[in-house]
């Protein structure tokens, strides 16, 4: 096949759920599209993981974690219509509309969280079956080469595309830019270089037996040294009992960065207290080095049309959270079509 031939209508560079809303759109709309991840699954920060050590429990499965975004909520009315469609396709559901706080009372606060069925990655899973999706794929940088985008991995390969999407964390996309010598305008420059991401340590605990806390198994925790604590058993996402995932407050993840796996372990199971209930019998560590912007962009992405197309999407731009990222890979694949 000529290069020509093999040139894609649109490349997406992330198989979060901000690139997959947008490939899904674009390849709906009959375009040519494939989707670059540099991990060996989708989901982005929408990721579940199974426990290696399935024999531990003795029950033949392992446990199952969503290690990063909890739940989602419906603020918008286009993205409201998005989980309604995923509703009846049966890979959300409403969890609660509201969780326990760290003294065991329920806070209910009348606005509805949706979950994966059977776990976060499902939404993610279900996208990226009819697409192009290639994994283990860690682009370097991206060029205008004549009249198309040019993509290198660590690799040298290259692939080409007429247009670009871009949906990793906005310091990684201006390194893939700059790498690529690609001007963004000063003012909006200006903007993305001021958008700085939380960090999020999060520790999943395999439990000897079922853990203390309360329906429906999410707690909203003080904040500092833990935010969140969930039992992914209660919550209908691990077969077994006794899968926990913590998320560590922000001050915590930043103090603790560069502490050992057993160091932070130590410390947030010890600040979980008499909510686990039984024995740790394993346990790790997944630091999120971009957890959620701080800022965020004023419109929903950024379309660049000069030397060729390309755009900016992701959380930083309609919201730090998952309807947010998949709002701007709405807008994304909407602004190219
Ligand atoms: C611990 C944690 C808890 C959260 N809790 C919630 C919550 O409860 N509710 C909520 O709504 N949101 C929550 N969020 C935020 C939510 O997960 C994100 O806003 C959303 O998933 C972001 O989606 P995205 O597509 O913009 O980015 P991502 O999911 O980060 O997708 C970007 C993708 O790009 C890939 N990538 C990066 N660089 C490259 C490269 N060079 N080449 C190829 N691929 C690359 C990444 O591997 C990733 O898959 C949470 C996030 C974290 C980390």
Redesign the pocket.
């Known amino acids: 096949m000529s290069p020509e031939q093999d040139t894609l209508d649109c490349a997406v ?9 947008a490939a899904d759109l674009l390849h709906r709309a009959g375009r040519r599209v494939a989707v ?4 060996s ?7 579940s993981r199974r426990s290696a050590r399935d024999t531990n429990t003795g029950l033949g499965s392992p446990a199952v974690f969503d ?7 419906t603020k918008d009315v286009l993205f409201e219509g998005l989980v309604r469609s995923w509703e009846e396709a049966g890979l959300v559901r409403e969890w609660s509309q509201g969780f326990a706080t760290s003294d065991g009372s329920f806070y209910a606060d009348g606005l509805a ?1 949706y979950c994966g069925l059977p776990d ?1 990655s499902a939404v ?1 899973n279900h996208l990226a079956r009819n697409l192009d999706v290639r994994l283990d ?4 940088k991206v060029e205008w080469h004549r009249t198309t985008w040019r993509i290198t ?1 660590e690799d040298g390969q290259i692939l080409t595309a007429n247009s670009l999407i871009l ?3 906005i310091p ?2 201006l ?2 830019i700059d790498a690529g010598l690609v001007e963004v305008p000063k003012v909006q420059r200006d903007i993305l270089n001021r958008i700085e991401y939380e960090p ?1 340590l ?1 520790v999943m605990l395999l439990l000897q037996d079922g853990a203390n806390l309360p329906k429906p198994g999410g707690m909203w925790s003080v904040g500092e040294p833990i935010a ?1 604590i969930a039992d992914n058993h209660v919550k209908g996402v691990s077969p077994i009992p006794g899968a926990i995932t913590i ?1 560590a407050g922000p001050d915590f993840s930043h103090d603790q960065w560069q502490s050992t796996d057993e160091a932070i372990v130590r410390e947030l199971v010890a600040a979980a207290g008499e909510w686990l209930g039984s024995q740790v019998i394993d346990a790790w560590v ?1 630091r ?1 080095r ?4 701080f800022l965020t962009y004023p419109e929903p992405c950024l379309y660049i049309r000069k030397p060729g197309p390309i755009l900016l ?5 309609a ?8 709002l ?2 709405m807008a994304a694949a909407t602004a190219l079509l």
């Open positions: 560079i992330g198989a979060g759920i901000s690139g997959l809303v670059l991840e540099q991990e699954i989708v989901g982005g920060r929408m990721a290690q990063g975004a909890q739940y989602f909520t969280r976060m993610p794929l860690r682009a370097s991995d949906t990793p964390p990684i996309s390194a893939l999020c999060a969140w998320h997944k999120w971009y957890s959620k912007p999407a992701g959380d930083a731009f919201g730090p959270r998952v309807e947010g990222a998949a701007s890979g």
